[in-house]
C-alpha cells in the first residue's frame, strides 16, 4: 500500500513553460514533505521541502504546494530548463517522534523538458 | 557535493553467493542508510545505522545484513543472493535522524542477479 503517490510516471514540457508534478499521499500523520531530483547514473539530490505548518515554499524557480485538506503537493518549476529533465521524487515523513524518522518515497515521476 | 563513494558501481553475481556492497563517507556523519530502488517502488529503506556498531532495520530487511565498523563505511551484505534482490541500491547520510536534516545519496550500485 502505498502512502506517497505519483499517479504521473512521466510528463513533458516545452522549454520555458511552467512544469507541474504532482503527488498524493494517504497518512494524515505525514507533516513533512520532500522533493528529491535524480538524473541517470546519479544518486537523489534534495531540491526543497515544505512543513505541514505552511502551504508554499519558494526558492528559486522551484515552488512546492501544501494542500492538507486533500493530502496533495505540487511541485512548480517555472520556467522550465531543458536541465531540469530528471525523475523527481516526492517523499514524507513522520515528525519529531525521538530516534529515526522514517521517510516514505513516491515511484517517481520523469520530467522531459523539450528544447 | 557530499563525499559519498559506492563500490563497486556495477555488479553481476549469480544466485546464492554472497555479495558485499560498500558505502563510503568523508563527511564524518553520524546517520548512514541503505535503500534501493526498484521499477513501481520508489526508494525503500533496507537498512540504517545511527552510530558506529548501531543499526536498525528498515522496512525491506528481509536477506540483507549490515555492518559499521568506521564511521566512514557501512557495508550492505547479501548472504546469499537471490534474482529478486536485483536493484539499484544507495547508500545515504545525514548528521541526523530528523527527516528535516537533508539526506545525502551517494552514486548507486547496479546489482544484478543471475
Known amino acids: 500500500d502505498q502512502q506517497v503517490k505519483q499517479n504521473s510516471p512521466s510528463l513533458s514540457v516545452q522549454e520555458g513553460r511552467i512544469s507541474i508534478l504532482n503527488c498524493d499521499y494517504t497518512?494524515?500523520?505525514?507533516?513533512?514533505f520532500l522533493w528529491y531530483k535524480k538524473y541517470p547514473a546519479e544518486g537523489p539530490t534534495f531540491l526543497i521541502s515544505i512543513s505541514s505548518i505552511k502551504d508554499k515554499n519558494e526558492d528559486g524557480r522551484f515552488t512546492v504546494f501544501l494542500n492538507k485538506s486533500a493530502k496533495h503537493l505540487s511541485l512548480h518549476i517555472v520556467p522550465s530548463q531543458p536541465g531540469d529533465s530528471a525523475v523527481y521524487f516526492c517523499a514524507a515523513s513522520i515528525g519529531d517522534s525521538g530516534g529515526y524518522q522514517k521517510v516514505t518515497f513516491g515511484i517517481g515521476t520523469k520530467l522531459q523538458v523539450i528544447p | 557535493d557530499a563525499g559519498i563513494t559506492q563500490s563497486p558501481r556495477h555488479k553481476v553475481t549469480e544466485t546464492g553467493t554472497p555479495v558485499t556492497l560498500r558505502c563510503h563517507q568523508t563527511?564524518?556523519?553520524?546517520?548512514m542508510y541503505w535503500y534501493r530502488q526498484d521499477p513501481g517502488h520508489g526508494l525503500r529503506l533496507i537498512h540504517y545505522?545511527?552510530?558506529?556498531?548501531?543499526?536498525d532495520k528498515g522496512e525491506v530487511s528481509d536477506g540483507y545484513s549490515v555492518s559499521r565498523s568506521k564511521t566512514e563505511d557501512f557495508l550492505l551484505t547479501l548472504e546469499s543472493a537471490t534474482s529478486s534482490q536485483t536493484s539499484v541500491y544507495f547508500c545515504a547520510i545525514s548528521t541526523s535522524a530528523r527527516s528535516t536534516d537533508t539526506q545525502y545519496f551517494g552514486p548507486g550500485t547496479r546489482l544484478t542477479v543471475l
Open positions: 497518512n494524515s500523520m505525514f507533516d513533512y
Open positions: 545505522s545511527y552510530g558506529v556498531k548501531d543499526t
Open positions: 563527511e564524518n556523519h553520524r546517520y
